[in-house]
């Protein structure tokens, strides 16, 4: 099976920041799109980021300028680089790929177990 496994989480300041890593391991055979959604407390998850495999990026607005999404196509990690945090982007952040595995044809979205972030004020 394939299993992503997500690090980098935890509590700091407004103004801070925080890098979040995921990996994906397991009967990979290639990683396509991967992404890093965020879900708070009451609200649905949402996506923050996603990148494909040809470095194309996309951002929820309201962490443009301050979210840097990038991947490593070789050891299947995708990060997501986090400055000028803000207190409503305190939220468990899940990383999320679409997985061809080995042996077995099309891919299919995996999620990670997520990992909290917390911004204080």
């Known amino acids: 099976q394939v299993q992503l496994v997500e690090s980098g989480g935890g509590l700091v300041q407004a103004g801070g920041s925080l890098d979040l890593s995921c990996v994906a391991s397991g009967r990979v055979l290639r990683v396509y799109t991967m992404g890093w959604y965020r879900q708070a407390p009451g609200q649905q998850r949402e996506l923050v980021a996603q990148i494909t495999r040809g470095q194309v990026t996309n951002y929820q607005d309201s962490v443009k300028g301050r979210f840097t999404i990038s991947r490593d196509n070789v050891q299947n990690i995708a990060y997501l680089r986090m400055h000028s945090l803000k207190p409503e982007d305190t939220a468990v952040y899940y990383c999320?790929?679409?997985?061809?595995?080995?042996?077995?044809?099309?891919?299919?979205?995996?999620w990670g177990q997520g990992t909290q972030v917390t911004v204080s004020s």
């Open positions: 999320s790929a679409d997985v061809e595995m080995t042996g077995r044809e099309g891919s299919q979205t995996y």
